[in-house]
């Protein structure tokens, strides 16, 4: 009997480990070409280039959207969530441009994303990314979750 207990528990140890390895946990979002997701901080990658930091590094970043980023009442109304994926370019002077937003497709949570961005980066700078010592401009994009509990 002890057997039989053991044959099946390895049984099903072994199905849920083949069931594991053929799960995919790509991103549902995965960068769009050529840019990088922003990692503010981060050692130099291969290219030699190192990203852009922000004051307090990536929990500094998402500490100040945390305070800026406005759930839209219509969008809360509604009951509408989702992710926002603002593309932007952080210049050697260390301002934004924001070219692109992706993601939810509702224009609520848009152009609250945008907005939120929009005001950090008016309040502090990022210090430029950097290829041999030199500032570069660099392109990445920040997502943004907008979820109702």
Known sequence: MQV??????????????????????ENPYPPPPNRILILLGEETDKSGITPPSYPGGYQGLFHDVGKCLIYPEDARQQEIEGKVIVS???HI????EIFGVEGSK????QNSAVDAVKK??????????TK????????MYL???FKLK
């Open 4 to 25: 039989i207990i053991r044959f099946f528990i390895l049984l099903i140890f072994t199905t849920l480990i083949m069931a594991c390895e053929s799960t995919s946990h």
């Open 88 to 90: 932007l370019r952080v």
């Open 93 to 96: 002077n260390g301002t934004i």
């Open 106 to 109: 509702n224009s609520l949570l």
């Open 120 to 129: 950090i980066f008016s309040e502090r700078k990022a210090a430029p990314a």
């Open 132 to 139: 041999a010592g030199k500032p570069i401009t660099y392109e």
């Open 143 to 145: 997502p943004l979750g």
